[in-house]
């Protein structure tokens, strides 16, 4: 009787599971996110450069830009103050163990110049005010040598944009996996993509 009474508990507790999963599948992004237009891409400020890859994550970065522009949905930005999303990404070494080195700017991006015929009116970054805690306005520090742990595939993260400190706050979505950022392909943003068609598809049915 006790064993009977074990397998039913056990069989509610696996149904339970298997409900949460399914309900898992039908989470969709917020109104907000679905609206965005405007989107910038980010290496992690933390990653190192890796020393038998040491253009992973930029050539990772372009990729992920290359095909979010041949998607067509989202203009690119250069700062967060400009930007309704940031996607940030951070290029798998494979190994759970790898020594890289840290204090290198790899957020960067170059100065914009315009010019009159009075002479150069001015410099700087084009757009809104610089938001606090921006990574592209990262000066980075003395490289040290490091050993980053446990990160072993590609990561995909999403946030929102025009806010001071963008990626302390929870990500919206995240995505991660073996070759994730993988070019010509990059899974990570088709399935992106497949998430925002989802999702207006569902708000869509449930708009009366």
């Known amino acids: 009787m006790l064993f009977r009474e074990s397998l039913v508990v056990s069989v509610l507790v696996m149904s339970c599971m298997a409900a949460a999963g399914k309900d898992k599948k039908k989470a969709v992004l917020p109104t907000d996110i679905l609206e965005a237009r405007s989107v910038l891409v980010v290496v992690d400020p ?18 992920v830009e290359k095909a979010i522009m041949v998607w067509g949905r989202f203009e ?15 290029k798998g070494s494979g190994k759970m163990v790898e020594p890289t080195v840290g204090g290198i700017p790899i957020n960067n991006r170059p100065v914009m110049v315009d010019s ?11 757009g809104n005010a610089p938001q606090a805690g921006d990574p592209t306005n990262d000066q980075g520090h003395r490289p040290t040598p490091q050993v980053e742990v446990g990160q072993s595939e590609d990561m995909f993260l999403v946030y929102r944009g025009k806010r001071d400190n963008a990626l302390d706050s929870p990500a919206v979505w995240r995505y991660s996996g073996k ?23 569902q708000a869509a049915a449930a708009t009366p």
């Open 116 to 126: 009159t015929d009075a002479g150069i009116a001015g410099a700087g970054r084009r």
């Open 76 to 90: 690119l930005v250069q700062d967060v103050s400009s930007a309704d999303l940031v996607i940030e990404i951070r």
């Open 46 to 63: 933390d990653a190192g450069v890796a020393l038998d890859a040491p253009n992973a994550n930029r050539t990772a970065r372009e990729d």
């Open 179 to 201: 070759d994730a950022l993988r070019s010509p392909g990059v899974p990570a943003v088709v399935e992106f993509r497949k998430l925002i068609a989802e999702s207006e598809k």
